[in-house]
């Protein structure tokens, strides 16, 4: 049992990422990581030891992520209300971010959930596409389709993004 619950701690750094990758807000990754986590750990005896717990739990976070979005879309989006400036609890960081990264993750974000998804899976996380598409609920052709459209959504967006940094450039 214990030896269950190290390999499934060895993958939260893997399953924040992706959780990270789906949503836009950290707050909200991290509550989706808590979720797949509870409902992992209430259903451990449906983990194969002999395998990796990583596919099992992305399926368990996908499945989670799916029903995020349809309680969403019934229901509608959640609004933050504004702090007083009192009430500011946190300051954001003030180090440089990378642009290339920025304008990467930025379009990444643009883009579909259902590609954003694929790409993630088969590009970031490393899975073959068989697994993908296991663990995601699609046929193999619908994820290499996703990937594919994906990949060229990110490759219009890039596009743009450059040559609006070099509009600005040349204003200056």
Same mark, same amino acid.
């Given at each position: 049992?214990?030896?269950?619950?190290?390999?499934?701690?060895?993958?939260?750094?893997?399953?924040?990422?992706?959780?990270?990758?789906?949503?836009?807000?950290?707050?909200?990754?991290?509550?989706?990581?808590?979720?797949?986590?509870?409902?992992?750990?209430?259903?451990?005896?449906?983990?194969?030891?002999?395998?990796?717990?990583?596919?099992?739990?992305?399926?368990?976070?996908?499945?989670?992520?799916?029903?995020?979005?349809?309680?969403? /879309?019934?229901?509608?989006? %959640?609004?933050? +209300?504004?702090?007083? =400036? #009192?009430?500011?609890? *946190?300051?954001? &960081?003030?180090?440089?971010?990378?642009?290339?990264?920025?304008?990467?993750?930025?379009?990444?974000?643009?883009?579909?959930?259902?590609?954003?998804?694929?790409?993630?899976?088969?590009?970031?996380?490393?899975? /073959?596409?068989?697994?993908? %598409?296991?663990? +995601?609920?699609?046929? =193999? #052709?619908?994820?290499? *389709?996703?990937? &594919?459209?994906?990949?060229?959504?990110?490759?219009?967006?890039?596009?743009?993004?450059?040559?609006?940094?070099?509009?600005?450039?040349?204003?200056?």
């Amino acid at each position: 049992m214990e030896a269950k619950k190290a390999a499934i701690l060895n993958e939260i750094p893997r399953l924040r990422r992706y959780a990270r990758s789906l949503l836009r807000d950290r707050d909200a990754a991290d509550d989706l990581v808590q979720d797949c986590l509870e409902r992992a750990l209430l259903r451990l005896d449906n983990w194969q030891t002999g395998e990796t717990p990583r596919k099992w739990l992305f399926t368990i976070m996908h499945h989670l992520f799916i029903d995020g979005l349809r309680r969403t /879309s019934r229901r509608g989006e %959640a609004a933050m +209300l504004p702090l007083d =400036a #009192g009430e500011v609890s *946190s300051v954001p &960081a003030e180090q440089a971010e990378n642009m290339a990264s920025r304008a990467i993750i930025d379009a990444l974000q643009a883009i579909g959930p259902d590609r954003r998804a694929a790409l993630v899976m088969v590009a970031i996380e490393g899975f /073959s596409y068989a697994e993908a %598409a296991t663990i +995601l609920g699609v046929p =193999a #052709g619908t994820l290499m *389709s996703r990937i &594919a459209r994906g990949r060229e959504d990110l490759r219009v967006l890039l596009e743009g993004s450059a040559r609006r940094r070099a509009i600005r450039i040349v204003e200056k």
